[in-house]
């Protein structure tokens, strides 16, 4: 179960090619993006969402962006102004501007390489990024699978799985590993409001490798938890900072809350790119507001009057004191997050266990 029926992006014939994720899931919509410009709007809209997923688009524009100059100076220059406009498309997800500095170094070091060396070194990067990243989510995903019991209902919320990442996901990852190593789990996916991509997402790519599925409203938690119908809850992360604090979906910090009160794990699958050692504590991360129309408006529908102000963050900060433990393709971390994430980070650490 380690690879998907579908790409989340990919590369194909000079132009970068994304499944249009607002359509899903009544329609499987391929879009084909040949000017950066492009590139950065479907990032923007949500074409294509979820900070390792960002990451590899962005990469793929930059990559995008230079193939297209003539001389290596105007290389030089187209890829500067990419790595711009990209970088203001989604404030929050972090591994934006992790790519962005992978693609900035590959012109770096390559700078002074004829035109078609560098032209094939910014794609190269660009697919090493997207590879590692399916690469990654797997280990991940095997590292989280060893926590969940034979049997067992998760909770998770808004979409953290394979059109999130390169492949096969952070939080659906896990699920996806636990199920392929014989553990028989049921999957509650938050609707995830306004945007709905757990409902539309999530429940589409579970339903389609066969893992069994319900999609609940996000206000249902609490009263679920209440009567022991949730055993654990899996989420993703577009920024974890150096003391453990997760910037996720909003409504991720209302469940770490309820688990607290119920005494249920909360888990945050989060790959070693999503882990900001910049940043001291989440009151740092910058929370994106999203346009009002996603609140206002319902499969095209006005559902609240004209002229009500409205709010939309499309983010929350989770404390770390919330957090049971944080998984990443290097191991599992636990408290004292300040210490076990910084030892992640150990270049001597055996990536591949737990």
């Known amino acids: ?20 994720q607002r359509l899903l899931p009544q329609q499987e919509v391929y879009e084909q993006y040949t000017r950066v410009e492009q590139v950065a709007d479907a990032i923007r809209n949500m ?54 500095d992978r693609m900035k170094d590959t012109l770096v070091r390559l700078q002074d390489q004829p035109l078609a060396a560098i032209h094939d070194g910014l794609l190269t990067e660009a697919l090493t990024i997207l590879e590692d990243d399916v690469r990654i989510c797997e280990l ?15 909770l998770t919320h808004c979409n953290a799985g394979a059109l999130a990442t390169g492949g096969y ?39 389609r ?7 609940i409203t996000d206000s249902m938690a609490g009263h679920l938890m209440s009567r022991g119908e ?25 469940l770490a809350v309820l688990c607290k009160e119920h005494g249920i794990p909360f888990y945050a699958a989060v790959p070693i790119s999503t882990i900001d050692l910049a940043m001291s504590d989440g009151s740092q991360i910058p929370i994106e507001e999203r346009p009002a129309e ?18 939309n963050p499309a ?5 770390s004191a919330l957090v049971t433990a944080i998984i990443t393709e290097r191991g599992v971390a636990y408290p004292p997050y300040s210490e076990s994430l910084l030892a992640l980070f150990d270049p001597d650490l055996d990536r591949g266990n737990s």
Request: glycine share 8%; charged share 20%.
């Open 1 to 20: 179960m380690s690879e998907t029926q579908w790409a989340t992006i990919e590369w194909r014939d000079e132009s970068v090619v994304m499944l249009d």
């Open 169 to 207: 996901g952070t939080a659906l990852g896990v699920i996806r590993a636990a199920v392929s190593s014989g553990k028989r789990l049921a999957v509650l996916a938050d609707e995830t409001r306004p945007y709905l991509q757990g409902a539309r997402l999530t429940a589409w790519e579970l339903q």
């Open 209 to 215: 490798d066969g893992i069994d599925v319900t999609v």
């Open 294 to 311: 996603e609140v206002t408006h319902s499969g095209g529908t006005r559902t609240v009057p004209v002229g009500v102000q409205v709010r």
């Open 230 to 254: 949730i055993d654990c809850v899996i989420v993703g992360s577009d920024r974890t900072t150096a003391n453990g604090d997760v910037a996720n979906k909003i409504g991720t910090y209302t």
């Open 315 to 319: 983010f929350d900060v989770t404390p």
């Open 47 to 100: 074409v294509i969402r979820s900070a390792p997923a960002i990451g590899i688009a962005a990469a793929m524009g930059v990559a995008l962006a230079g193939r297209q100059a003539d001389t290596v100076q105007e290389c030089k220059a187209r890829v500067a102004d990419a790595i711009e406009q990209l970088a203001r498309t989604r404030p929050t997800a972090v591994n934006l501007f992790w790519a962005l």
């Open 140 to 154: 991940l995903g095997k590292n989280g699978a060893a926590l969940l019991p034979d049997e067992a209902r998760v």
